[in-house]
């Protein structure tokens, strides 16, 4: 396979086309946690947690990836640093959040009987969001 690049009216249409997605998934993924948050009955479910939890993983990433067009073009590099870091932390929680997500599934599907686990929410938070992130932010400094 040989790259192409492509001509700069058709970057300039795939960059319209990628502000317009990100900001649309944005905008429905601000609407999911509203929703979450007004409704008290769905805030009760830890499937739910779960899910939002990714939601906000989620938006952590498309801030971050629709912000970093502007940032790549400023010669700063602490902004740019910065952005790479956030950048690198919202999709390593993206992806930790889904993998969280697929156990989840598993454990209500699979397992089905004798899944109490002890603050089951904190253990996955911590898993999500937590200590593996600071190592990976150690490693990429390095």
Request: glycine share 4%; aromatic share 12%; hydrophobic share 55%.
């Amino acid at each position: 396979m040989v790259p192409a690049s492509p001509s700069p009216k058709d970057q300039e249409i795939l960059t319209y086309i990628t502000l317009i997605g990100c900001s649309l998934s944005l905008f429905t993924l601000v609407i999911t946690v509203l929703l979450f948050i007004t409704n008290r009955k769905v805030r009760e479910d830890v499937s739910m947690k779960v899910h939002i939890n990714l939601v906000i993983a989620l938006i952590l990433l498309n801030l971050h990836f629709l912000l970093s067009s502007r940032v790549a073009a400023v010669s700063s590099t602490g902004v740019c640093l910065y952005m790479a870091l956030a950048l690198h932390y919202s999709l390593l929680a993206t992806f930790f959040w889904m993998a969280l997500e697929g156990f989840h599934l598993y454990l209500l599907l699979v397992k089905v009987f004798n899944i109490y686990i002890k603050r089951y929410l904190l253990k996955i938070s911590v898993v999500g969001w937590g200590e593996w992130n600071n190592l990976s932010m150690k490693l990429l400094l390095s």
